[in-house]
């Protein structure tokens, strides 16, 4: 931060404030809680009070500036705002009130969302015991730019002004890829329902070799070998080996061939909140899977794996998949409603000829959605700049 604002450490703007309350068993506390890199404060599960293992609650209240001990170090630090007041924290999670005419509680809020903040905040706690905990009185030793109040509000307001414009381009940004992904949606929904009005419906395992899941006994995971995967591997539509674990080969080689995937094989997720979601194999490396993860093995005489990938993506085809689940924690679709799964299955140059129409579409999704991701980045380097312009005094 530039010297065009001038800097004083926090004890001249803010002081300690504690609020105690004894917790009563049988009376509700709301809690407080203190996200990671200057994302804010945010209200926790509610504890009753003869279950805290504390006995003291500290109560915040509107501006206050709260602390997490362990993490300031990594920016958990917010400002209490209208919605969170009354809320509790324990004596990990010291309280500060600003000084009245000397310190808006919102320049407070945007400072620490900011890179300086957080590395004075991680260079107090570094040396103090107890997993680098930041001592109250240093985290008063952290510097901020303090212009006059009414120069703080005057920027405040400006960064507020200029940030609802980048969310605003956040949000139409986000509609516009949920706009082409329920374009390609409709596509093939149609598409379905004209070939069931053509050739009937049939059963997925009608167009299959073998539809099977994961081996059901949890593997002993190694440093290195064969790579598994989770139904987060799949759940996007796309097969990635991103935070994979691994097997040993020996593992590997002791599976059933109907478990192990190859190049055309569709994998399916088959439980959670992304249930029915395939994902063609595309790829000739060695991998294997957790039991909720399902692999259909495509008769190639009868079925393209890109025509199964798209029919299965369908909305009835999605539907049929989430009203066959079992279980309401964690829903799970059995491997026998997969295999009866509704599809039709015309002959193989109508389905090369659909997929064909329906990549095409997906291909311009996929572009967009790229294009989206770029924008997303610089989308999420402006706030930071913007605030690093405000607190050089350039706003």
Known sequence: MSAALPKVALREAAEPVSRPVAPSPGETYRQLGVSLWGKGAYE????????????????????????????????????VDDALAGCHGSGEFPMFAPIQGRLDP?????VTKTKDFWAQCDQKSQGTSGQNRIKPERFLEVEIPLPPLNEQQRIVARIEELAAKVEEARGLRNASTDEAEAFTRSAT?????????TVGLSRLQDACTSITDGDHLTPAFSEAGVKFIFVGNVSTGRLHFDRVKFVTPDYFKALSAT????????????????????????CDEDFCFQRHVAILKPDRERASPRFLWHMLRSRTVFDKAWASTTGSAQPTIPLRAIRELPLPLPQLDEQHRIVAELDALQAKVNAVKALQTETAAELDAMLPAILDKAFKGEL
């Open 44 to 79: 926790r599960e509610p504890v009753d009070g003869g279950l805290t293992k504390y006995q003291q609650l500290f109560r915040a209240e509107q501006g206050d500036i709260v602390v997490n001990k362990i993490w300031a170090r990594n920016g958990s630090v917010g400002v």
């Open 106 to 110: 919102r320049w407070m809020h945007w």
């Open 189 to 197: 929904d149609g598409a379905y329902k004209r070939l069931v009005a």
């Open 259 to 282: 478990r192990v995937p190859r190049r055309g094989d569709v994998l399916y997720s088959a439980v959670g909140a992304t249930l029915g979601v395939p994902a063609v194999v595309e």
